[in-house]
Structure formats: structure tokens, C-alpha cells
């Protein structure tokens, strides 16, 4: 394996599917001695796709003010 002019390398996909390395997967170099390891961040530093997802539907949460019953008249098309 050969590392690019950019400082890339290419992880093998058998290796990346073992280890669950996903794209956008957080990761930190670690050096022992005269060996560098790979290893998935323990704290990722940008927000889950998820996460962001919930944080936005806590902003934007609105005040229910109709009852159960109220909503499922609605629903049924009740006058």
C-alpha cells in the first residue's frame, strides 16, 4: 500500500466493514513507539446526522393544545 502526495491511503474495505469505519467515522491517529494506530475517536467533534435531526425537532416544538379526542375527530373528518 502506497500513501498518496496528499497523504492519503486507502483502508481496505474488508478491514473498514470489520471495524465499522463508516464514512465521516471520526477517527485518531495514535503513535507507539515507531508504529501509528487507527483508531475510532472516542468523542466525535460534529453532531450525528441524528443528533442534529432531534436537536432541531426539540427547537421547533410547538404547545398541543388540542385534546386526544379533539385530534381524532379530525382525523375521522368529524364536523
Known amino acids: ?21 463508516l464514512p465521516n467515522t471520526e477517527v485518531e491517529f495514535k503513535v507507539e513507539g515507531d508504529a501509528v494506530r487507527l483508531v475510532k475517536a472516542a468523542v466525535s467533534r460534529r453532531p450525528t446526522r441524528g443528533a442534529r435531526l432531534i436537536e432541531h425537532l426539540e427547537r421547533s416544538r410547538g404547545v398541543l393544545t388540542m385534546t386526544t379526542e379533539e385530534i381524532m375527530a379530525l382525523t375521522r373528518g368529524e364536523p
Open 1 to 21: 500500500m502506497r500513501i498518496t502526495t496528499k497523504g492519503q491511503v486507502t483502508i481496505p474495505q474488508e478491514i473498514r466493514e470489520r471495524m465499522g469505519l
